[in-house]
Protein backbone atom coordinates (compact mmCIF):
# COMPACT_ATOMS: atom_id res chain seq x y z
CA UNK A 1 0.00 0.00 0.00
CA UNK A 2 1.19 2.95 -0.96
CA UNK A 3 0.09 6.71 0.50
CA UNK A 4 0.05 9.73 -1.49
CA UNK A 5 -1.04 12.40 0.55
CA UNK A 6 -1.56 16.15 -0.56
CA UNK A 7 -0.84 19.14 1.34
CA UNK A 8 -2.70 21.90 0.07
CA UNK A 9 -1.60 24.39 2.34
CA UNK A 10 -3.29 27.90 2.50
CA UNK A 11 -4.56 27.32 -1.02
CA UNK A 12 -6.87 27.54 -3.13
CA UNK A 13 -8.32 30.81 -2.14
CA UNK A 14 -11.85 30.17 -3.76
CA UNK A 15 -14.40 27.95 -4.36
CA UNK A 16 -14.66 27.56 -7.75
CA UNK A 17 -10.62 26.72 -7.53
CA UNK A 18 -11.36 23.25 -5.70
CA UNK A 19 -14.31 22.72 -7.65
CA UNK A 20 -12.26 22.65 -10.89
CA UNK A 21 -9.38 20.31 -8.75
CA UNK A 22 -11.84 18.60 -7.93
CA UNK A 23 -13.18 17.99 -10.89
CA UNK A 24 -9.84 17.70 -12.89
CA UNK A 25 -8.85 14.98 -9.99
CA UNK A 26 -12.02 12.93 -10.26
CA UNK A 27 -12.15 12.59 -14.35
CA UNK A 28 -8.68 11.19 -14.08
CA UNK A 29 -8.96 9.07 -11.54
CA UNK A 30 -11.81 7.17 -12.93
CA UNK A 31 -9.55 5.54 -15.87
CA UNK A 32 -7.40 3.84 -13.16
CA UNK A 33 -10.79 2.38 -11.59
CA UNK A 34 -9.03 -1.07 -11.35
CA UNK A 35 -6.00 -0.84 -9.87
CA UNK A 36 -6.84 2.11 -7.20
CA UNK A 37 -7.40 -0.63 -4.14
CA UNK A 38 -2.66 -0.34 -3.74
CA UNK A 39 -3.08 3.43 -3.42
CA UNK A 40 -4.62 5.35 -0.51
CA UNK A 41 -5.10 9.13 -1.66
CA UNK A 42 -5.63 11.52 1.71
CA UNK A 43 -6.42 14.86 0.40
CA UNK A 44 -5.83 17.75 2.94
CA UNK A 45 -6.89 21.24 1.84
CA UNK A 46 -7.95 23.87 4.24
CA UNK A 47 -10.52 23.50 7.25
CA UNK A 48 -12.88 25.70 5.18
CA UNK A 49 -12.95 23.19 1.67
CA UNK A 50 -13.66 20.24 3.67
CA UNK A 51 -17.06 20.35 3.70
CA UNK A 52 -16.97 20.66 -0.26
CA UNK A 53 -14.53 17.29 -0.50
CA UNK A 54 -16.71 15.45 1.72
CA UNK A 55 -20.03 16.05 -0.31
CA UNK A 56 -17.58 14.63 -3.13
CA UNK A 57 -15.87 11.60 -1.31
CA UNK A 58 -19.71 10.68 -0.65
CA UNK A 59 -20.97 10.95 -3.64
CA UNK A 60 -18.35 9.36 -5.82
CA UNK A 61 -19.33 6.12 -6.04
CA UNK A 62 -15.46 5.05 -6.22
CA UNK A 63 -14.12 6.62 -3.20
CA UNK A 64 -11.18 8.19 -4.75
CA UNK A 65 -9.79 9.63 -1.89
CA UNK A 66 -9.94 9.93 1.77
CA UNK A 67 -9.88 13.46 3.72
CA UNK A 68 -7.22 14.79 6.13
CA UNK A 69 -6.96 18.06 8.24
CA UNK A 70 -3.32 19.98 8.10
CA UNK A 71 -3.45 20.39 11.66
CA UNK A 72 -5.68 20.02 15.22
CA UNK A 73 -6.24 21.65 18.30
CA UNK A 74 -6.12 19.17 21.46
CA UNK A 75 -9.53 20.54 23.32
CA UNK A 76 -12.62 18.97 22.28
CA UNK A 77 -14.63 22.23 22.32
CA UNK A 78 -14.95 25.39 24.62
CA UNK A 79 -13.20 29.10 24.69
CA UNK A 80 -10.71 28.43 21.74
CA UNK A 81 -11.16 31.47 19.24
CA UNK A 82 -10.32 30.35 15.53
CA UNK A 83 -9.38 26.40 16.78
CA UNK A 84 -10.92 23.37 15.53
CA UNK A 85 -11.24 20.01 17.40
CA UNK A 86 -10.30 16.61 16.36
CA UNK A 87 -14.18 16.00 17.08
CA UNK A 88 -15.19 18.47 14.43
CA UNK A 89 -12.96 17.08 11.71
CA UNK A 90 -14.58 13.79 12.36
CA UNK A 91 -17.67 15.39 11.22
CA UNK A 92 -16.63 17.00 8.40
CA UNK A 93 -15.54 13.38 7.26
CA UNK A 94 -11.80 13.38 8.13
CA UNK A 95 -9.78 10.14 8.59
CA UNK A 96 -6.25 11.61 8.85
CA UNK A 97 -4.69 14.83 10.76
CA UNK A 98 -1.21 16.08 9.46
CA UNK A 99 0.19 16.74 13.44
CA UNK A 100 3.56 18.49 13.82
CA UNK A 101 3.77 20.05 10.46
CA UNK A 102 7.26 22.32 9.97
CA UNK A 103 5.36 25.60 8.86
CA UNK A 104 4.04 24.96 12.29
CA UNK A 105 6.18 24.27 13.83
CA UNK A 106 8.21 27.39 12.46
CA UNK A 107 4.57 29.45 14.16
CA UNK A 108 5.86 28.53 17.66
CA UNK A 109 4.60 24.42 17.52
CA UNK A 110 5.91 22.68 20.61
CA UNK A 111 6.83 18.85 20.60
CA UNK A 112 4.59 19.37 24.01
CA UNK A 113 1.97 21.16 21.50
CA UNK A 114 2.48 18.05 19.20
CA UNK A 115 1.91 15.56 21.54
CA UNK A 116 -1.50 17.34 23.56
CA UNK A 117 -2.75 17.34 19.12
CA UNK A 118 -1.79 13.72 18.85
CA UNK A 119 -3.65 12.18 22.26
CA UNK A 120 -6.75 14.48 20.82
CA UNK A 121 -6.34 13.20 17.45
CA UNK A 122 -6.17 9.49 18.26
CA UNK A 123 -9.40 9.82 21.20
CA UNK A 124 -11.51 11.24 18.36
CA UNK A 125 -10.48 8.27 16.14
CA UNK A 126 -8.41 10.43 13.98
CA UNK A 127 -5.01 8.47 12.11
CA UNK A 128 -1.93 11.36 12.67
CA UNK A 129 0.35 11.66 9.96
CA UNK A 130 3.10 12.73 11.90
CA UNK A 131 5.40 15.04 10.46
CA UNK A 132 9.53 15.18 11.58
CA UNK A 133 12.52 16.61 10.12
CA UNK A 134 15.78 18.40 10.32
CA UNK A 135 16.23 22.00 9.51
CA UNK A 136 19.98 21.46 8.07
CA UNK A 137 20.96 18.84 5.31
CA UNK A 138 23.06 16.47 6.49
CA UNK A 139 26.86 16.93 5.49
CA UNK A 140 29.78 14.31 4.44
CA UNK A 141 31.91 14.95 7.50
CA UNK A 142 29.20 12.90 9.57
CA UNK A 143 28.02 16.35 12.01
CA UNK A 144 25.00 17.45 10.27
CA UNK A 145 23.94 13.81 10.14
CA UNK A 146 24.29 12.97 13.62
CA UNK A 147 22.14 16.19 14.29
CA UNK A 148 19.28 14.77 11.98
CA UNK A 149 19.18 11.70 14.22
CA UNK A 150 19.39 13.98 17.36
CA UNK A 151 16.26 16.14 15.94
CA UNK A 152 13.93 13.38 14.58
CA UNK A 153 14.59 11.40 18.14
CA UNK A 154 13.37 14.46 19.89
CA UNK A 155 10.53 15.14 17.55
CA UNK A 156 9.58 11.68 17.70
CA UNK A 157 10.06 10.85 21.54
CA UNK A 158 8.63 14.27 22.38
CA UNK A 159 5.32 13.81 20.13
CA UNK A 160 4.82 10.27 21.32
CA UNK A 161 5.24 10.37 24.59
CA UNK A 162 2.80 8.84 26.72
CA UNK A 163 0.80 7.26 24.22
CA UNK A 164 -0.30 4.25 24.49
CA UNK A 165 1.12 1.40 22.11
CA UNK A 166 -2.18 -0.14 21.48
CA UNK A 167 -3.01 3.04 19.80
CA UNK A 168 0.18 3.75 17.46
CA UNK A 169 -1.76 1.13 14.79
CA UNK A 170 -2.95 4.70 13.74
CA UNK A 171 0.50 6.60 13.60
CA UNK A 172 1.89 7.11 9.91
CA UNK A 173 5.23 9.32 10.40
CA UNK A 174 5.66 11.87 7.08
CA UNK A 175 9.75 12.50 7.29
CA UNK A 176 9.71 16.11 5.84
CA UNK A 177 13.46 17.72 6.13
CA UNK A 178 12.94 21.47 6.45
CA UNK A 179 15.42 22.18 4.15
CA UNK A 180 13.96 20.16 1.04
CA UNK A 181 10.41 21.54 2.17
CA UNK A 182 9.04 23.91 -0.47
CA UNK A 183 12.82 24.68 -1.28
CA UNK A 184 12.67 22.85 -4.53
CA UNK A 185 15.19 20.48 -3.39
CA UNK A 186 14.17 17.31 -2.67
CA UNK A 187 16.01 14.64 -0.58
CA UNK A 188 17.78 11.77 -2.01
CA UNK A 189 16.07 8.62 -1.84
CA UNK A 190 18.83 6.64 -0.51
CA UNK A 191 19.14 9.32 2.51
CA UNK A 192 15.35 9.57 2.68
CA UNK A 193 15.29 5.95 3.14
CA UNK A 194 18.09 6.06 5.93
CA UNK A 195 15.57 8.32 7.53
CA UNK A 196 12.81 5.86 7.58
CA UNK A 197 14.98 3.20 8.98
CA UNK A 198 15.50 5.60 11.75
CA UNK A 199 12.21 6.80 12.41
CA UNK A 200 11.37 3.39 12.80
CA UNK A 201 14.10 2.47 15.29
CA UNK A 202 12.79 5.47 17.54
CA UNK A 203 9.28 3.77 17.46
CA UNK A 204 10.86 0.63 18.47
CA UNK A 205 12.44 2.12 21.05
CA UNK A 206 9.06 3.34 22.68
CA UNK A 207 6.95 0.25 21.59
CA UNK A 208 9.82 -1.98 22.85
CA UNK A 209 8.75 -4.25 19.72
CA UNK A 210 10.77 -3.99 16.61
CA UNK A 211 8.03 -5.55 14.29
CA UNK A 212 5.52 -3.17 15.19
CA UNK A 213 7.39 -0.27 14.24
CA UNK A 214 8.39 -1.98 11.06
CA UNK A 215 4.74 -1.46 10.79
CA UNK A 216 4.43 2.12 10.96
CA UNK A 217 4.09 3.71 7.15
CA UNK A 218 6.73 6.31 6.32
CA UNK A 219 6.28 8.62 3.76
CA UNK A 220 8.63 11.09 2.93
CA UNK A 221 7.76 14.53 2.11
CA UNK A 222 9.69 17.77 0.62
CA UNK A 223 9.62 19.10 -2.71
CA UNK A 224 8.24 16.12 -4.35
CA UNK A 225 7.12 16.44 -8.09
CA UNK A 226 6.18 14.04 -10.80
CA UNK A 227 9.66 14.13 -11.78
CA UNK A 228 10.91 12.67 -8.75
CA UNK A 229 7.93 10.65 -6.92
CA UNK A 230 9.16 7.28 -8.60
CA UNK A 231 12.32 7.47 -7.31
CA UNK A 232 10.60 7.35 -3.60
CA UNK A 233 7.94 5.09 -4.37
CA UNK A 234 9.84 2.47 -5.46
CA UNK A 235 11.71 2.03 -2.03
CA UNK A 236 10.03 -0.81 -0.38
CA UNK A 237 10.43 0.76 3.00
CA UNK A 238 8.84 3.82 2.02
CA UNK A 239 5.04 3.95 2.04
CA UNK A 240 4.82 6.76 0.29
CA UNK A 241 4.93 10.60 -0.52
CA UNK A 242 3.62 13.81 0.88
CA UNK A 243 2.91 16.21 -1.42
CA UNK A 244 2.74 20.25 -1.31
CA UNK A 245 3.02 22.69 -4.01
CA UNK A 246 3.19 20.03 -6.83
CA UNK A 247 -0.32 18.65 -5.30
CA UNK A 248 -2.27 22.43 -6.39
CA UNK A 249 -2.39 21.45 -9.91
CA UNK A 250 -4.38 18.08 -10.08
CA UNK A 251 -2.93 16.35 -13.28
CA UNK A 252 0.72 17.00 -11.94
CA UNK A 253 -0.88 15.30 -8.73
CA UNK A 254 -2.28 12.48 -10.59
CA UNK A 255 0.14 11.64 -12.06
CA UNK A 256 2.18 10.87 -8.85
CA UNK A 257 -1.43 9.48 -7.80
CA UNK A 258 -0.44 6.94 -10.94
CA UNK A 259 3.31 6.49 -10.19
CA UNK A 260 1.95 4.80 -6.69
CA UNK A 261 -0.40 2.35 -8.88
CA UNK A 262 3.10 0.71 -9.98
CA UNK A 263 5.01 -0.30 -7.05
P1 LIG B 1 6.42 20.80 -0.79
O1 LIG B 1 5.71 20.69 0.62
O2 LIG B 1 6.05 19.56 -1.57
O3 LIG B 1 5.88 22.04 -1.41
O4 LIG B 1 7.89 20.87 -0.55
C1 LIG B 1 5.64 19.48 1.32
C2 LIG B 1 4.89 19.69 2.59
O5 LIG B 1 4.95 20.79 3.13
O6 LIG B 1 4.22 18.80 3.09
Known sequence: MK?????FKMNPGKQEDIEAWLGEFQRSWSVKEAVKSRVRVVLCPPFVWLPSLQQAARS????????????????????YTGEISSVMLREVGCE??????????????????????????????????????EVNRADES???EREVGQALEK???????????????NLLVAYEPLWAVGSGIADTPEDALKAALFIRKCVAKITGAR????????????????????????EEALNGVL?????????????????GFRF
Open 211 to 234: ARAHDIPVLYGGSVTSKNAASFLQ
Open 3 to 7: YIVAN
Open 142 to 144: GTV
Open 96 to 133: YAIVGHSERRALGETDEIVNKKIKAAFQAGLKVILAVG
Open 155 to 169: QIFGALAGIPRTKLG
Open 243 to 259: VGNASLNPREFFKIVEM
Open 60 to 79: SKQRAFLLGAQDVFWERNGP
